[in-house]
C-alpha cells in the first residue's frame, strides 16, 4: 500500500475484487446471466417437436456433444452388444450344422473346431476381432456359411472401431480444456486513459505455449424498445476493442488490458456512473485463438454485468522486470486501485464543454445598440444580408440612395455567387450601370435631384418590380421613350 501510493499518489486506493464496506457486506439480488464467468452459455431448447430428429442426421456431432459418463456408457454398450450378436451368428451356425453334437468325434470336421456350446462360441470370436489366434479354436474349409460370416466380422468391426474410437479421441482432444488456462479478470473498470473515458478489462494466459492469432471480441447485451414499439430481449451490440486499429489481434504472452473507449459511438455514451446503478446490461468477452500445440481452434468466454463494472477503478500493474527476465505477479491480476473519474457520461461531458466554450456563448448586450430601436431587428436583418454578398455588390448596396427593398431583392438574387464573373447575366447588367457604380461620379450637376443617372436599355431585361423600382430612382426607362427621344438622351451622354 505504501509503495503504491509512493509511486501514484495519496489519492489512489488499492482494492481487491471481494467488495468492502464499513462493516456489512452489501449483498444484492442475483440476477439471471446469459453466460456465466466460465463461459456456460443458459440456454436450454425446449419445445422441439419433431426437430430432434436432426440430432440423428448428425450422430457423431451428437455423441461427442454429450458429457463423459454418456460417451463410455455408450462405448461400453456399443462393443458388448456388437461381441455378444457375432459370438450368437458362430454358435447358431454350428447349431444349424450339428457341431454341437458332433464336436467331439475325431472323424468329423465341424464349421469352427473346438465350439460346442455359446461361451466357446464367444470366445472364438473374441480371439478372431482382437487378431489374438491361440489356435485352438480355428475355422475349416468345409463351411462356406463361416467364411462369409466371418467377412462381414471384419468389416462390421472395423467400423464400430472407426466410430467409437474416433469419437472418443474427438472427444479428449478437444481444446475445452485449454481455455481453463485461459484468465479474465473478476472485475471489469471504467476510468480515464489517454484523457478519454474507458471501459477495461484484463486477460492472460498460464501456459506458456502461445495463442497463435489470437483474437478477442466483445458484446453487449441489453434489452431495448425500438420506436416502433417492438421489444428486443438481450439485443446484441457490438463494443469496439479495437477492430478498426488491429488492437483486437492479441500477442498473448503476457496478461493484457483490453480496452474499450466510449465516445459517441459507443453504446455507453450515455452511461454515467448514477445511471449504472439503474441500468441493466451484459458484456459477453470472447477469446478465440489456435493452440500452439495442436492446431485447433480455442475459444474462451466469460461475461460482466453491471454491477461487476467498478467506475473510477484501475487495474494494478503486474509485470516487473527481473534480472533478465520478466516477472508475472498473478496474485494481483483481479487487483483494482480507484482513480479520480468524472462521475458524468460522455455526452454530459461533451454538452458541459459546449456550454461553457466561448464560441457558444452570445456576445455581451449593449443598451444603447441599435437593435434595441424598433427599426432594429430590420437593420440586423439587412447587415446579415448585405455581408454575404460579394464585394462589388456589397459596395452597391451600401449607397444610401437607394431603397432598401431594392436591397435586399438584389442580396437575395445574388448572395450565393462570390465574385462578378459568377453573377447571372442580369445581376452582372444592373452592377455596370452609370448610375449605381462607384468607379464613376455618384452625382454631377445636370442630373436630377435624386442624384439617379439615366438607366441603360439593359434595363429592360429586369423583372417587372425591378423595373418600376429602377424606374423610380433614375426616371423613365429608355425602353420607354420614343425613338427620337432615345436618340437624343444616347447623345447627350455619349
Keep these: 500500500m505504501s509503495a503504491l501510493r509512493k509511486k501514484f499518489g495519496d489519492d489512489y486506493q488499492v482494492v481487491t475484487t471481494a467488495s468492502s464496506g464499513c462493516g456489512f457486506e452489501q449483498r444484492k439480488k442475483k440476477r439471471q446471466r446469459f453466460v456465466d464467468k466460465n463461459g456456460r452459455c443458459n440456454v436450454q431448447h425446449g419445445n422441439l417437436g ?16 454429450l458429457k463423459w459418463r454418456w460417451n463410455l456408457f455408450i462405448f461400453i454398450l456399443t462393443y458388448t452388444v456388437a461381441w455378444l450378436f457375432m459370438a450368437s451368428m458362430w454358435w447358431l451356425i454350428a447349431y ?24 466357446s462360441a464367444f470366445l472364438f470370436f473374441i480371439e ?15 463351411c462356406p456359411e463361416g467364411i462369409i460370416l466371418f467377412l462381414f466380422q471384419s468389416i462390421l468391426g472395423s467400423i464400430v472401431d472407426a466410430f467409437l474410437i474416433g469419437c472418443m479421441f474427438i472427444k479428449m482432444s478437444q481444446p475445452k480444456k485449454r481455455a481453463e488456462t485461459l484468465m479474465f479478470s473478476e472485475h471489469a473498470a471504467i476510468s480515464m486513459r ?17 495463442m ?15 420506436p416502433e414499439g417492438e421489444f428486443l430481449p438481450l439485443d446484441q451490440l457490438e463494443l469496439d476493442v479495437g477492430f478498426s486499429t488491429g488492437a483486437d489481434q492479441l500477442f498473448l504472452v503476457s496478461p493484457l488490458t483490453i480496452c474499450h473507449v466510449i465516445d459517441s459511438r459507443s453504446p455507453f455514451y450515455e452511461l454515467s456512473q448514477r445511471s449504472m446503478q439503474t441500468e441493466q446490461f451484459e458484456i459477453v468477452v470472447i477469446l478465440e485463438g489456435i493452440v500452439e500445440t495442436t492446431g485447433m481452434t480455442c475459444q474462451a468466454r466469460t461475461s460482466y454485468t453491471e454491477d461487476e463494472v467498478l467506475w473510477g ?14 516477472k508475472v505477479d498473478y496474485s494481483q491480476f483481479h487487483a483494482t486501485f480507484e482513480v479520480p473519474t468524472p462521475p458524468y457520461s460522455v455526452k454530459e461531458q461533451e454538452e458541459a464543454l459546449l456550454i461553457s466554450s466561448p464560441l457558444a ?9 441599435k437593435s434595441s430601436t424598433p427599426d432594429g431587428p430590420e437593420v440586423l436583418e439587412d447587415a446579415e444580408v448585405t455581408a454575404k454578398l460579394p464585394p462589388k455588390l456589397q459596395k452597391i448596396t451600401g449607397r444610401e440612395g437607394l431603397p432598401r427593398k431594392l436591397l435586399r431583392m438584389s442580396s437575395t438574387a445574388s448572395e450565393m455567387t462570390y465574385s462578378l464573373g459568377d453573377l447571372p447575366i442580369k445581376l452582372q447588367r444592373i452592377s455596370s450601370v452609370p448610375g449605381v457604380s462607384e468607379d464613376r461620379p455618384a452625382a454631377t450637376k445636370g442630373t436630377r435631384p435624386g442624384g439617379a443617372e439615366p438607366i441603360s436599355k439593359s434595363a429592360v431585361d429586369l423583372p417587372p418590380k425591378l423595373q418600376k423600382l429602377a424606374g423610380g430612382v433614375g426616371g423613365r426607362m429608355d425602353g420607354h421613350l420614343p425613338p427620337k427621344l432615345r436618340k437624343m438622351n444616347s447623345d447627350r451622354f455619349t
Design 212 to 226: 497463435v492469432s489470437a483474437q478477442i471480441r466483445c458484446k453487449l447485451l441489453k434489452s431495448r424498445q425500438t
Design 361 to 369: 456563448a452570445p456576445p455581451p448586450g449593449n443598451s444603447g445598440d
Design 96 to 119: 444349424i450344422r450339428g457341431d454341437l453334437n458332433r464336436a467331439h468325434d475325431d472323424k468329423y470336421t465341424p464349421c469352427v473346431a473346438n465350439v460346442y456350446n455359446f461361451p
Design 194 to 210: 489517454d484523457g478519454k473515458l474507458t471501459l477495461m478489462f484484463r486477460v492472460g494466459n498460464l501456459r506458456n505455449s502461445h
Design 313 to 326: 477503478h484501475r487495474f494494478f500493474p503486474v509485470i516487473s522486470l527481473e534480472e533478465g527476465f520478466f
Design 50 to 65: 419433431g426437430e430432434t430428429s436432426r440430432y440423428l442426421s448428425d450422430l457423431f456431432t451428437t455423441l461427442v456433444d
Design 128 to 142: 478372431t476381432e482382437a487378431t489374438i489366434g491361440y489356435g485352438y479354436r480355428y475355422i475349416t474349409d468345409k
